[in-house]
């Protein structure tokens, strides 16, 4: 099994909603990544687990917040976002953080804050 | 800091040959990664370098020059499914991640 697996495909949520986005992945991975990629641009780290311990915030606003429940999960939590908050969300994973370990991605997650 | 350049667009015909150049000037060197990304999907894990030379996977070769912060990727017998993003990624010095370029928007035509 080497997929990343993301819930759900398409969110639309209002600026005062709360909403979660969900990462999943059974290749024994122990690194995890959340990007946030905007049309036409490359992703852009948001944030890095190592073995369930938070390695990098890429000063992300406190608006969004990771959760890491598992090795197997990985959770982004959304709360007072705004409309340029709209992009897709990829979560990834890898073997390990450090040298070379290829990171495959998930179909990711449209997010529209309206 | 992190610079990565890549060409915006390349136009190519079916069964040609592309190559797509990428350019760095990074803090530190821990490999240059190729992905691939057609529209509305996540990317797909393409090539890794980290030695110079040329490194082959069937129609895709990719090649690095670390003294000259220089790749390129290089795709034969293009095929309409080709048409895609191709993103150049830099791994800089430690456990530090990676850091994608803009982007190459490639369109295969017949």
Same mark, same amino acid.
Request: with cysteine.
């Given at each position: 099994?080497?997929?990343?697996? *993301?819930?759900?495909? /398409?969110?639309? $949520?209002?600026?005062?909603?709360? &909403?979660?986005? %969900?990462?999943? *992945?059974?290749?024994? /991975?122990?690194? $995890?990544?959340?990007?946030?990629? &905007?049309?036409? %641009?490359?992703?852009?780290?948001?944030?890095?687990?190592?073995?369930?311990?938070?390695?990098?915030?890429?000063?992300?606003?406190?608006?969004?917040?990771?959760?890491?429940?598992?090795?197997?999960?990985?959770?982004?939590?959304?709360?007072?976002?705004?409309?340029?908050?709209?992009?897709?969300?990829?979560?990834?994973?890898?073997?390990?953080?450090?040298?070379?370990?290829?990171?495959?991605?998930?179909?990711?997650?449209?997010?529209?804050?309206? | 800091?992190?610079?990565?350049?890549?060409?915006?667009?390349?136009?190519?015909?079916?069964?040609?040959?592309?190559?797509?150049?990428?350019?760095?000037?990074?803090?530190?060197?821990?490999?240059?990664?190729?992905?691939?990304?057609?529209?509305?999907?996540?990317?797909?894990?393409?090539?890794?370098?980290?030695?110079?030379?040329?490194?082959?996977?069937?129609?895709?070769?990719?090649?690095?020059?670390?003294?000259?912060?220089?790749?390129?990727?290089?795709?034969?017998?293009?095929?309409?499914?080709?048409?895609?993003?191709?993103?150049?990624?830099?791994?800089?010095?430690?456990?530090?991640?990676?850091?994608?370029?803009?982007?190459?928007?490639?369109?295969?035509?017949?």
């Amino acid at each position: 099994d080497t997929e990343v697996t *993301q819930t759900p495909k /398409h969110l639309v $949520m209002g600026m005062t909603n709360k &909403k979660s986005l %969900k990462c999943e *992945q059974h290749m024994g /991975h122990r690194a $995890m990544y959340w990007y946030k990629q &905007k049309a036409k %641009k490359p992703p852009e780290l948001m944030f890095v687990y190592s073995y369930e311990k938070l390695s990098i915030n890429e000063s992300v606003p406190s608006r969004f917040s990771p959760e890491c429940p598992n090795s197997s999960l990985l959770n982004l939590h959304l709360h007072a976002l705004q409309p340029e908050d709209s992009a897709l969300y990829l979560c990834a994973s890898s073997q390990a953080q450090g040298a070379f370990h290829e990171q495959y991605f998930g179909p990711g997650t449209r997010l529209t804050v309206t | 800091g992190q610079n990565i350049d890549q060409p915006t667009e390349m136009t190519a015909t079916e069964g040609a040959i592309v190559q797509i150049n990428c350019t760095y000037q990074t803090s530190g060197f821990n490999g240059l990664f190729w992905y691939q990304q057609h529209a509305g999907e996540a990317p797909t894990f393409l090539s890794y370098n980290v030695l110079d030379g040329l490194e082959e996977k069937g129609r895709f070769s990719s090649f690095l020059s670390r003294s000259k912060g220089y790749s390129y990727l290089l795709l034969k017998e293009l095929q309409m499914k080709d048409s895609a993003s191709y993103l150049c990624a830099v791994r800089g010095s430690g456990y530090s991640t990676l850091t994608f370029g803009k982007g190459t928007m490639l369109l295969v035509s017949p």
